[in-house]
């Protein structure tokens, strides 16, 4: 009987582990929780985006570090595939804004129970508030795995797929990175991604609460455009959330490195500036003895008005009527180009995954195996890849998580 041991309870511990089992093979998973899946029941706001119904070319070109990685693991097991399988486990699924496939449900919870019911079916051992302390090798080959109770777990095969730093408090701790460097696996330097970011103005986090819909984001440094997109955003009592600012940390957070970035957001996108002019213009004509602060908020949020006010060379009390052209175009470049200055990222608390971490030129793309070391694998948050938000970081895991367990059930075929 072969003994597989996969470390961590989460996405793709739970899912390798239905590939892994199979006639002669005894399949474990340890799990430092009291509970599997205790991320994956946080995802997508608890709805959990399992994967993404997009083409190979676009899931590839989401991925942020390392995406040619996962050409052979995504042809192995796709988004399609994954859909199939919840469908076979009995969850139905939809596709919503963005190709995001959610359960139809809108339970994650549904996708836990879903996977379990189907690792006790195919007799796997659970074993939960167990926590895994360091890895057996002998002469190039991983032997098994020690607890932290001190018991050593024999093992043919040993999975890691602890996650990475993100969200520490549902166990993602890093223990991967420490076992990958101990057997002298390179790890990348890590950071949080698709997280928050921090400004530096107070009138930004004075608008605390207030979200934005349908504006365009733009950050530069040094005068070079790094990011520019449309969606929505959300100002908070540190700066700036909501999807087009996750999305940004993942493509241009490392530039903080660097230095702060400028911001700005364009508030009326579908107007160019003769358009607005003209929209500012009527305004003012049909309000004209009226004062300033009273007549922009026909364009403003009531939370914007005030930081708009302090930026504009034009006095909220100014009657609509003695404001001139060239004051009134300012005061439309205002509105097209919001400033602010992003001076770094939230935690690891705060972010949805982990940028860095084992390197995948360690890793065989096909099976998941360290090329050191015989027998050990790696799979999902814990290697160096990582995705923008939409269900591709879950289909990251999914997919290297079926090719390490088809590989660790069925080492012949490698």
């Excluded at 999975?159 to 057997?183: K, M």
């Amino acid at each position: 009987m072969r003994e597989i041991v996969i470390i961590g309870g989460g996405a793709a511990g739970m899912f390798a582990s239905l590939y892994a089992s199979g006639p002669g093979n005894r399949v474990h998973v340890f799990e430092k929780n009291d509970r599997l899946g205790r991320k994956l029941f946080i995802t997508g706001k608890g709805r959990c985006n399992l994967t993404n119904d997009c083409g190979q070319e676009q899931f590839l070109a989401s991925v942020m570090s390392n995406g040619k990685f996962l050409y052979s693991a995504y042809a192995g097991f796709s988004n399609q595939d994954v859909v199939e399988l919840f469908h076979a486990l009995g969850v139905r699924t939809k596709v919503e804004r963005g190709n995001r496939v959610f359960p139809q449900s809108d339970h994650s919870s549904d996708i836990i129970r879903a996977l379990e019911r189907r690792m006790k079916e195919l007799n796997v051992r659970i074993h939960l508030k167990s926590t895994v302390a360091g890895l057996r090798v002998s002469e190039g080959k991983v032997t098994g795995v020690v607890l932290e109770n001190g018991a050593v777990i024999p093992a043919d095969a040993v999975l890691v797929a602890t996650g990475g730093l993100s969200y520490p408090v549902t166990g993602s701790t890093g223990d991967g990175f420490f076992f990958a460097e101990e057997e002298g696996l390179k790890v990348t330097e890590r950071s949080p991604s698709l997280v928050p970011m921090e400004t530096e103005e107070e009138y930004i986090t004075d608008m605390q609460g207030l979200s934005l819909r349908n504006v365009e984001l733009c950050l530069r440094q040094k005068g070079k455009v790094l990011f520019r997109e449309f969606g929505e955003m959300l100002f908070t009592h540190f700066g700036i959330s909501g999807p087009l600012v996750l999305t940004a940390s993942a493509r241009v957070g490392k530039n903080l490195t660097k230095g702060p970035l400028q911001g700005e957001i364009d508030l009326k996108p579908a107007l160019d500036a003769e358009q607005l002019d003209r929209r500012i213009l009527r305004d003012f004509e049909a309000n004209k003895n009226r004062q300033f602060k009273n007549v922009i908020g026909g364009l403003l949020p009531s939370k914007l008005i005030p930081p708009v006010l302090s930026l504009s060379a034009v006095s909220g009390d100014t009657p609509v009527h003695g404001i001139g052209k060239k004051d009134r175009q300012a005061f439309g470049h205002l509105l097209k180009a919001f400033p602010f200055t992003v001076t770094g990222l939230r935690g690891y608390d705060e972010a949805i995954i982990t940028r860095g971490g084992v390197s995948v030129r360690e890793i065989d793309p096909r099976t998941m195996e360290a090329k050191k070391v015989s027998g050990l694998y790696f799979a999902g948050e814990v290697l160096d890849v990582d995705a923008l938000t939409g269900g591709f970081n879950l289909q990251i895991a999914w997919s290297t998580a079926h090719a390490a367990g088809i590989h660790m059930g069925s080492p012949g075929e490698k």
